[in-house]
């Protein structure tokens, strides 16, 4: 449907109707997408509303302790900060956890790409060597059959979330980051 040189140069408003129109399944998948939780601040707020109507919201975060997030941090050069940056995300969403409908999850796995799925939408940002979240391209993808490209990334979040494991108390680990 679209595709744009950085995953910033996606329009707010894009990321906003996608999240605005899901009404069966919101699916997550990325290192730390701390840029969600920063530019939609009432994103828990969202969600809950979504899940009040059934919504599903799944959430694959990279875990902030394991060796693969060590190792993307050393090769986006982060200087040790990627782990911080995945506490923040937790604590920004540290609101949604106790809502029916809703799981987080936290990976062990190299990405090549993040996947942030509406229903029958998703933006897909394939991983450039050494580049930093925010400058990957981005595409727009919309489920046209049950084969093709969307399903391809479909399936792979699918096969990433079956091999995260439950996060060990997000409130509690977000609590740990603020003190």
């Known amino acids: 449907m679209a595709a744009y040189g950085h995953r910033a140069d996606v329009p707010n408003t894009r990321w906003s109707d996608l999240l605005a129109t899901a009404r ?44 693969q997030t060590q190792e993307r941090d050393a090769l ?8 911080a940056r995945i506490r923040t995300t937790v ?12 799981e987080l999850r936290f990976h062990n796995v190299h990405l090549y790409n993040a996947i942030y799925r509406f229903d029958d939408e998703m933006i897909v940002t ?30 792979q979040f699918e096969t990433i979330w079956t091999t995260a494991a439950p996060t060990r108390n997000p409130v509690s680990m977000a609590n740990q980051r603020e003190a």
């Open 24 to 67: 069966r399944q919101i699916d997550l998948l990325g290192y730390a997408f701390l840029f969600l939780p920063e530019q939609f601040v009432d994103i828990a707020l969202s969600i809950e509303h979504k899940c009040a109507s059934g919504c599903k919201v799944r959430i694959a975060l990279a875990d902030p302790d394991g060796t």
């Open 76 to 83: 986006e050069q982060l200087d040790g900060t990627l782990p």
């Open 91 to 102: 604590g920004h969403l540290r609101d949604v956890m106790t809502i029916p409908g809703v």
């Open 126 to 155: 394939p991983y450039l060597y050494r580049a930093h979240g925010f400058q990957h391209p981005a595409f727009q993808l919309r489920r046209l059959s049950p084969y093709g490209v969307f399903a391809s990334f479909a399936d």
